[in-house]
């Protein structure tokens, strides 16, 4: 969800304000715009905002309009006014003997003695906002290709980790179907340790197993990763903005792992359970860039 984009424009005239707009788009898992407007410029915020709601649902978006000359006169102005108000005051004192006759720097030091415009026309009047409003959708619009194009680019690079997960999945089926001959053999070889001797609990082994093979049984975990990956390869290529959706699936995808490893009862399906997870965390990193 990365991109940039860049517009610049003005109000078209002689002497007239002169702009550029600049959007900077990070991730994010909601959307979060943020606006900086030159004073007289936020009447058309509310413009942006809504320009980004309707073309994007995530990312983090920085919105920068900057002025590089607007034709209007900078200057500075006596505040008359608050010059008396002061000298009123200070009369009072000089008069007294507590205070000197103050010098023109100092007086001019004085807060509000000095009206500082750098932009007299004040507001944006209709034709500069409808063309400002014009320069913001053209920057989102350049904005929304950037992120097209990652997008793009990101799909077969999340295809290719669906893949290789898809292939731990089988791996770990095909070592799955062994687990309770595993847990039987293991089950009778201790119990044979301990009680060498006895020949009695051929039954109670057999029961032993089932019941550790049941609390082993993996096969609804990797059935559920099967139909997870076949619904992300679904979103990937039906959905516009599968983000969020995308997220949400590589929790599950961690979840099943998880149950996988906790539940292997031998090195290579714990092994093969390991590298699915990793494989998942490459994947739900990557996802944090999609729409």
Excluded at 21 to 28: D, L, Q, T, W, Y
Excluded at 155 to 179: F, N, P, S, W, Y
Excluded at 197 to 209: I, K, P, T, W, Y
Excluded at 219 to 245: C, F, M, N, Y
Aim: glycine content about 10%; some cysteine; overall charge negative.
């Amino acid at each position: 969800m990365t991109g940039f984009a860049r517009v610049e424009g003005g109000e078209g005239g002689e002497g007239e304000a002169a702009w550029t707009v600049e959007i900077r788009s990070v991730n994010g898992r909601g959307l979060d715009i943020k606006s900086r407007f030159p004073a007289g410029f936020e009447m058309v915020e509310k413009v942006a905002r809504d320009l980004a709601k309707g073309l994007f649902q995530r990312g983090q978006m920085n919105l920068t309009v900057s002025v590089a000359g607007n034709g209007s006169k900078a200057g500075v102005s006596l505040n008359m006014d608050v010059l008396d108000m002061y000298l009123v005051a200070g009369r009072k004192l000089i008069d007294a003997g507590d205070a000197v006759t103050p010098s023109v720097d100092g007086l001019l030091a004085l807060r509000g003695v000095i009206d500082a415009s750098g932009d007299e026309r004040g507001e944006l009047n209709e034709v500069g906002a409808s063309a400002l409003s014009g320069d913001l959708a053209a920057a989102f619009d350049r904005l929304k290709e950037a992120r097209d194009s990652e997008g793009r680019a990101l799909e077969g690079v999340l295809k290719g980790h669906l893949i290789t997960m898809a292939a731990c999945v089988e791996r770990a089926k095909a070592l799955a179907d062994g687990q309770v001959d595993a847990i039987r053999e293991r089950f009778t070889r201790r119990l044979n340790e301990l009680l060498p001797e006895s020949g009695d609990f051929h039954e109670r082994v057999l029961q032993e197993a089932a019941l550790l093979a049941t609390k082993a049984d993996v096969r609804e975990e990797l059935d559920r990763l099967t139909s997870h990956l076949d619904q992300a390869h679904q979103l990937i290529d039906g959905e516009v903005a599968p983000g969020r959706k995308l997220d949400f699936l590589a929790q599950e995808f961690m979840r099943e792992a998880n149950t996988l490893c906790s539940k292997s009862a031998f090195i290579e399906l714990t092994q093969t359970g390991l590298e699915l997870k990793a494989v998942i965390d490459q994947f739900r990193e990557q996802t944090q860039n999609v729409e």
